[in-house]
């Protein structure tokens, strides 16, 4: 009776993994099909089945979409969950877009604390970024706080020549922020200093950044655009 049942559970086993293998054939067979209709240069980076609706994630970039089980509907917005109202595309992007924090090149990057240094952002900020200058002010009334300011330059031409004498200048967060609050440009950098800038730029297109600001946080989320004073504490006080 042993060897009888060893031998169902291994059938099942089996058979479980024969439909396993044709869904991810499936989610394959779909990324093919959908991938040209989206238009040219687009790349489709995953498939996959979703527990809701019939429905598959379709993946571009930190972008989610949906689609059904032929490609032959797109589907663009947001699923919410009616029972716990969670906005169930929300967390997914959130998930993808999700860093390891500890990676981030720090030498790279302006520092300020201030009160104990005890919670960590990271933010990118491009220094004719009007909303990023918003949340300077926002950053100015908060204590308790480290800083890591990453000056991505994508905004206009001289972005990158303010960046280089803010960087070159002897005290980089003091010249960020007199710039950033008071309008008061550092003194052109020497020839001789070389400024982290083109890294940045790099590093930012790597993790898809495409405006400013972009904070990153201590557990690895990131939130683009300004936010207040009463959500970053918020959002501060839910990391664990």
Not at 14 to 21: K, T
Not at 97 to 124: E, Q, Y
Not at 221 to 238: C, F, M, N, V
Request: with cysteine; aromatic share 10%; charged share 25%.
């Amino acid at each position: 009776m042993k060897s009888l049942a060893r031998f169902f559970l291994a059938a099942l086993l089996a058979l479980a993994a024969g439909f396993a293998g044709a869904e991810s054939a499936q989610e394959a067979n779909l990324k093919k099909l959908i991938e040209p209709r989206l238009g040219e240069g687009v790349k489709v980076d995953s498939v996959t089945r979703t527990p809701y609706g019939g429905l598959f994630e379709v993946r571009v970039g930190s972008d989610i979409f949906y689609t059904d089980a032929n490609g032959s509907y797109l589907f663009i917005g947001r699923i919410v969950n009616t029972k716990t109202f969670e906005d169930v595309t929300k967390a997914r992007i959130d998930e993808v877009n999700k860093i390891k924090f500890s990676d981030l090149p720090f030498d790279n990057a302006l520092k300020m604390v201030k009160g104990n240094g005890k919670r960590v952002i990271a933010v990118f900020e491009d220094p004719n970024c009007g909303y990023c200058k918003k949340f300077r002010q926002t950053l100015a009334e908060m204590n308790d706080i480290t800083v890591y300011t990453f000056m991505y330059n994508i905004l206009a031409e001289d972005s990158a020549v303010k960046s280089r004498n803010i960087w070159c200048a002897p005290d980089r967060a003091r010249a960020w922020d007199d710039w950033m609050l008071k309008g008061k440009a550092a003194d052109a950098a020497p020839a001789n200093c070389t400024a982290p800038n083109d890294k940045i730029l790099a590093l930012g297109q790597k993790m898809r950044i495409t405006g400013t600001p972009t904070i990153f946080f201590s557990d690895g989320t990131r939130l683009p655009g300004y936010i207040d004073q009463k959500t970053l504490e918020a959002k501060l006080a839910s990391i664990k």
